[in-house]
């Protein structure tokens, strides 16, 4: 039994006291809360990196056919997925790589052989987008042959007539350059390989104002014969005619013809002797008069597909309340412990 002795009311003080203190523990104990629990619900992950696929194609003639080489790299994060939708002979094929970042490129090779008509298509299916695509119709890896033949008409003697192949590399950079340079007379002709990719033309270098040009192209004819372009699908068989423009006759040469002035001879006249006195007239004789010079002929008158980056959504940044919620925490902290501390009072007066 509880020894202690008041005065009327202490009782009622001391209990009032005590619930005092524990409603201010309480109250600094949710003001706490408060200011933990934002910090913690609110807070923000940043995304990871996206990956970023790189699609590298070589293609390589080989025996029987051509080599695909696919290298498939991540430069970025995480996996990068790739879809490739492949067709031969009207026959496709679907399936899907994946590649992790950082590892060594990986990816398919392939053999397509002489003949076949094919397309691939290789898209990436996340991240920064990449794309790759090649096609062949058909495969071919034989190189085709160009043969160039010259034919002669009219003219003098057997004469010689320059041509040339002229290609444009297909990469649409480079400058065009002469493969071969050939000299064919009448009845000629000159076969080589055609290159794999470019594009060239058969072209006779100008013969002159005597002659006409013609041109076919396995029989087809081309006129101006220097502006078409041969593709390597085939081979070609290119023929040159050369034909003479004879000229018109030079009727502008005159030769004045040559006059001789006849000499001209006085007769000898002889005086008659008389006897008184007897006088002799000399005789008199004229001179030839000279020749006329021939006149010379006059000259002949000539006759005239790494993608940027997308770093994703910016983090949500925290509030900037942090001097708010100090403020609250250091409330709540005081009053927890001012509670605290009126509660141990009281249970010591309780106990006096």
Known sequence: ???????????????????????????????????????????????????????????NCGDGGIFTTVKLTNVGSGTATFHFVVTINGIVFVNDLQVASGADPAGPIYKFLEGQVVS????????????????????????????VSNKVVGGSGNPTFDFQVVCTPSNGVSPDYVMAKLSLHDGENATMDLPMSDSCAAREVDPGAGWTVTRSVNGQGFSPPDLSTLQPSMDLTVDFLNTSVTPPPDDSSTTIPTTTIPTTTIPTTTIPTTTIPTTTIPTTTVSTLPTVNTVPAAGIIPVGASAATDPGPLATQLPATGSSNAAIALIALVLLGAGSALIGLARRHAAT
């Open 1 to 59: 039994m509880d020894n202690y002795s008041a005065s009327p009311g202490t009782t009622n003080s001391r209990i009032t006291f005590t619930a005092i203190a524990r409603y201010l523990a309480l109250l600094g104990a949710i003001l706490a809360s408060f200011v933990i629990s934002p910090l913690t619900a609110d807070a923000v992950e940043f995304p990871p990196d996206p990956p970023i696929p790189v699609i590298q194609v070589d293609s």
């Open 120 to 147: 691939v298509q290789i898209t990436s299916t996340d991240g920064a987008g990449a794309t790759a695509s090649l096609s062949f119709d058909p495969v071919h890896c034989q190189p085709f042959h160009l043969k």
